[in-house]
């Protein structure tokens, strides 16, 4: 019986040893892809959609009519609208809100106040294609920024900055702060 037991040993070596290789290989390639590759979550059409629905409605209940801008986590465009007789101009300044306010995990409401109030910030302005002017908000996921959201036209940079902030899926975790 001790042969046979040692021969079930001898047997059982290799596969005992080939788990472990096995499974330091697997982490090895784990700690190789945390440390080259991180999870991303990504706005949606079917969120941008959303987001400008709500930020829309709270406009209309300034009785504003505004355009919004929704960009993704690399700063490109999802969803662009002008509000009916809103100015050209406004498009472009809700983007660049957008832009500046993921790029800055900031609200350009208070960039633009912090930016003023430091002589050694005042030179964001020059930027091409930041905007120091309210209502642009980042938008967050999970502690993550995932774009950003720009409103231009609602009568001032606080009405503008308070529609934006307006149009959060909190259902969802999709902040605006």
């Known amino acids: 019986m001790t042969h046979l037991l040692k021969l ?10 080939l788990a472990q ?5 697997g982490q090895t390639e784990k700690q190789a892809k945390t440390k080259y590759t991180a999870d991303a979550h990504q706005l949606t059409l079917e969120a941008a959609s959303e987001l400008t629905n709500r930020a829309r409605a709270a406009a209309k209940s300034l009785n504003k009519d505004v355009s919004i801008a929704i960009v993704d986590a690399s ?3 999802i969803m662009l609208t002008r509000g009916n ?3 050209p101009h406004n498009t472009e300044a809700a983007r ?7 790029s800055t995990k900031t609200p350009t ?3 633009a106040r912090n930016a003023k109030a430091n ?3 005042e030179n964001l302005a020059n930027l091409p294609e930041l905007l120091l002017l309210g209502g642009g908000c980042p938008i967050w996921y999970n502690g993550q920024i995932i774009g950003g959201i720009g ?6 940079p606080e009405n503008d900055h308070n529609i934006a902030k307006a149009a959060a899926i909190e259902e969802a975790a999709i902040l605006i702060h």
């Open 119 to 121: 002589a050694d910030t």
């Open 8 to 17: 079930l040993l001898l047997l059982l070596i290799p596969v005992v040893s």
């Open 75 to 77: 700063g490109q465009v």
């Open 96 to 102: 660049r809100k957008a832009y500046t306010s993921l």
């Open 85 to 87: 007789g809103v100015g």
């Open 151 to 156: 409103v231009a036209g609602g009568g001032g």
């Open 21 to 25: 290789t096995s499974t330091h290989q």
């Open 109 to 111: 409401l208070q960039l």
